[in-house]
């Protein structure tokens, strides 16, 4: 006779990897799944800046992280540009790696790879890379504070004093913000 019972002690966090390609959850498992307080920081800057939180019909909340694809296509440049052209290289390919750092951070909530999208404002067609989480209701806290009526509001500054990973994750996310180093967010985040 099996033993069924297992009493292991699993050390925080180990037992988290990506459920990309798994199977669609059912409404206990979907109850089940829970944010580490380790990326309560993280997720509150992704939110911040270019993510946004969307409620289905069942109550559930699925986070979208968007990026133009702009970010991730290289120009040409002459060679009188070239100073500036490799200043935004640099900052293509922080926003690239901050996009897949994002990802992998988030792929535990993730049914899907990262995929390409287009939206249309202003009659322009505007090409983007985005990813979505499950439809999940341990984001309904994050829909609670930072939306009001199903409008996203912006945090006092104080709330950022508090919380320097979120930070620096709205600073790089954000195209409104600050730039920040990306080496200092990776320090930050972990």
């Not at 959850?25 to 944010?35: E, G, P, W």
């Not at 994750?169 to 990306?182: C, D, S, T």
């Amino acid at each position: 006779m099996e033993n069924k019972e297992c009493k292991e002690l699993v050390i925080y966090g180990s037992n988290l990897s990506s459920t990309v390609n798994y199977l669609y959850f059912n409404n206990i498992i979907r109850h089940m799944v829970k944010i580490p307080s380790s990326l309560y920081s993280f997720l509150t800057g992704i939110i911040i800046s270019d993510g946004f939180l969307n409620k289905t019909n069942s109550g559930n909340i699925i986070l979208i992280f968007k990026q133009s694809i702009k970010n991730f296509m290289r120009k040409q440049a002459s060679k009188q540009a070239s100073k500036q052209a490799s200043k935004q290289a640099s900052n293509q390919a922080s926003k690239q790696a901050f996009f897949f750092i994002c990802f992998l951070k988030l792929a535990q909530f993730c049914q899907g790879y990262p995929r390409l999208d287009f939206t249309q404002l202003n009659g322009n067609i505007h090409y983007l890379i985005l990813f979505a989480t499950r439809a999940l209701p341990c984001f309904i806290y994050w829909h609670e504070l930072f939306y009001v009526n199903n409008k996203k509001i912006k945090p006092s500054p104080f709330f950022f004093n508090k919380n320097r990973v979120a930070q620096s994750a709205r600073g790089v996310g954000n195209k409104m913000g600050e730039f920040y180093n990306l080496l200092d967010f990776e320090a930050l985040a972990y």
